[in-house]
């Protein structure tokens, strides 16, 4: 129980004359993009095609709005949400995001020592520059999660499994929506794929199997080993039937990332999945598809509190997050915001990033009239066009999502 928001916001008012990172989303990305060269940027900044699912993403929250409650004794509140037998002070876990070095040096493990210090789950992804390992060592006990990406060589897809285990992972995170990368404009105009200079492989060039299939050792052919990276990369060929595969070679929980149909969720359920990230990829994937958290309380609605849902693609700000959760949403993975903050100031620009969130969180529940995440649910949102549609604005009659 605490007042964190407050704390942090004092703080922020008393050192206005240090240097601190942007507190506006908007100016965060405007700074990053003023660092960064067009590769780099765009990779982070940019989406599939038109990047209409990114316009999408933010459009989905805005048809969502918070109907603050008073009087309800909010001077302490508890942030904190359990997961697999875990209790973790805040609802917000930093979302794989790969090849971080090409926003900063020190890339996943500035950003992994910084989600320790704030004691926020890191998931590690499979497109790492730093392999897994390097990542966990710099973690201590922390928590941490690996997202896999899911090789088309099995012997390869359960080594990785095997090492995250071993290095102290505590839950696998499968995405589903990347077999293949998609036709993403601005990287294609830049020709920038970081992959194809080495960038991004670590936990391949790290990986025995995958050396063991090498003629040389990475250091002494980098071209044959990125060779065999792009053609052992993703597996398209997948269906539900292979996730047995997973159940073979780890015994940790394993979440489903990339699902946005109701039907998938019930599939996802059908083969025993210990939980569902409702993601579309930051509107990497696919140019077109449904807002992100569009698809949150449908699928909420079919999985019914059997396993985690959890959210990410468009988190902003602390309202972003209220609404997510209060849409059903177990915890929310943040993404963009975090690799600007690590572009801008390493370890501590992420740091900031996240202690923002927090308390933007904190004291946005807390006005809202809410003392604890799991007070939150759709009582406290309505549809933005149930007010604009209603002639007589009366909180008694309007109908609110329950």
Known sequence: MGKYGNEVQMNVYQQKDKKHLPVRFEELEKQARQKLEDGPYYYIAGGAGAEDTMRSN????????????????????DLSVSLFGQTFPYPVMLAPIGVQTIFHPEG????????????VPFISSSASTHCMEEVASV??????????YWSNDREIAASMLRRAE????????????????????HDLENAYLPFLSGIGVGNF????VFCSKLEKAPHEDMKAAISLWSQVYGDASLTWNDLAFLREHTTLPILLKGILHPDDAKLALQHGVDGIIV??????????????LDALPKICDVVQGRIPVLFDSGI??????????????????????????????????????????????????????????????????????????????????????S
């Not at 459009?59 to 509140?77: G, H, K, S, T, Y």
């Not at 071993?166 to 404009?185: F, K, N």
């Not at 060039?205 to 025995?208: A, G, R, S």
């Open 316 to 401: 902003r700000r602390g309202a972003d997050v209220v609404k997510a959760l209060a849409l059903g949403a177990s915890a929310v993975l943040l993404g963009r915001p975090y690799g600007y903050g690590l572009a801008l100031a390493g370890e501590e620009g992420v740091r900031e990033v996240i202690r923002n969130l927090i308390a933007d969180v904190d004291l946005t529940m807390a006005l809202s009239g809410k003392k604890s995440i799991a007070e939150l649910d759709r009582s406290l949102l309505v549809e933005a066009n149930q007010f604009t549609n209603t002639k007589e604005e009366n909180y008694e009659n309007l109908p609110i999502r």
């Open 58 to 77: 933010v459009q989905a929250f805005d048809r969502w709005q918070i109907v603050p409650r008073m009087l309800c004794n909010v001077e302490d509140r």
């Open 139 to 148: 973690m201590g006990d922390s928590a941490r999660w690996y997202q896999l």
């Open 279 to 292: 993601s579309n990829h930051g509107g990497r994937q696919v140019d077109g598809s449904i807002g992100a």
């Open 205 to 208: 060039l790290k990986d025995p």
């Open 166 to 185: 071993e290095a102290g992972y505590s839950a696998i995170v499968v995405t589903l929506d990347t077999p293949m990368m998609a036709w993403r404009e």
């Open 108 to 119: 996943e493990l500035a950003s992994a020592r910084a989600a320790a210090a704030m004691d």
